[in-house]
Nanobody, 124 residues
Framework: QVTLVESGGGLVQAGDSLRLSCAAS????????VAWFRQAPGKEREFAAA????????NYANSVKGRFTISRDNAANKVYLQMNSLKPEDTAVYYC?????????????????WGQGTQVTVSS
């Protein structure tokens, strides 16, 4: 079993940066792919970024590519999302998700462990 807790959200201005953290419990977390998803008000949850278990492979949604960086520290059981050049359209609740089945994917259904989310609000 894996428990995920996100932190680092907040209210920032356009152009600012934030770093989100996802802290995990569970000995097997380091072997799971992890992703960040986000859900804006009134919209469906969407994929933002993913990283394979070793950290050697990453994938990004086109909307965040070049601005966001996902990374992980398996020794600390943490995954990060560095968000630069934030835009108002990045405003959303950000969720960390892990795939206990080992899927390195952009699809929600492939991730079976989810955190509660952290709010990111970007003002113009």
């Amino acid at each position: 079993q894996v428990t995920l807790v996100e932190s680092g959200g907040g209210l920032v201005q356009a152009g600012d940066s934030l770093r989100l953290s996802c802290a995990a419990s569970g000995r097997t977390f380091s072997s799971y792919p992890v992703a960040w998803f986000r859900q804006a008000p009134g919209k469906e949850r969407e994929f933002a970024a993913a990283i394979i278990w070793s950290g050697g492979g990453t994938n990004y949604a086109n909307s965040v590519k070049g601005r966001f960086t996902i990374s992980r520290d398996n020794a600390a059981n943490k995954v990060y999302l560095q968000m630069n050049s934030l835009k108002p359209e990045d405003t959303a609740v950000y969720y960390c998700a892990a795939s206990g089945l080992g899927f390195y994917s952009t699809r929600e259904k492939d991730y079976n462990y989810w955190g509660q989310g952290t709010q990111v609000t970007v003002s113009s």
